[in-house]
């Protein structure tokens, strides 16, 4: 079993930074792929960026690009989303999830079925 527990959220200017967090804890393995997703108000929840566990190989949607960084620190359990430059069409609550790497796959996890666990997410709200 893996829990995801998100924090870091708030609300931030138009402009400014923010870093979330995700802790794993329970399993995980060397394949694994932890990553990103957001949801706004009335929206379907989207992919923002993914890191390979073992690697630290990250991979980006093109809206973020150039102004969000994803990083992990593996003695730490933990996995960040460094964003910068935000945007009020930034607002959303942030997801964290992780895939064990247990079946093959592609390497590009963009879609929400291809996580197993999720956590419980963390809102960020970004005004004007």
């Known amino acids: 079993q893996v829990q995801l527990v998100e924090s870091g959220g708030g609300l931030v200017q138009a402009g400014g930074s923010v870093t979330l967090s995700c802790v794993v804890s329970?399993?995980?393995?060397?394949?694994?792929?932890m990553g990103w997703f957001r949801q706004a108000p009335g929206k379907e929840r989207d992919f923002v960026a993914q890191?390979?566990?073992?690697?630290?190989?990250?991979y980006y949607s093109d809206s973020v690009k150039g102004r969000f960084t994803i990083s992990r620190d593996r003695a730490k359990n933990t996995m960040y989303l460094q964003m910068s430059s935000l945007k009020p069409e930034d607002t959303a609550v942030y997801y964290c999830?992780?895939?064990?790497?247990?079946?093959?796959?592609?390497?590009?996890?963009?879609?929400?079925?291809?996580?197993?666990?999720w956590g419980q997410g963390t809102q960020v709200t970004v005004s004007s």
């Open positions: 890191i390979n566990w073992s690697t630290a190989l990250p």
């Open positions: 999830a992780a895939n064990l790497g247990q079946i093959p796959g592609p390497s590009v996890k963009k879609f929400e079925v291809m996580y197993d666990y």
């Open positions: 329970g399993r995980t393995f060397s394949r694994s792929t």
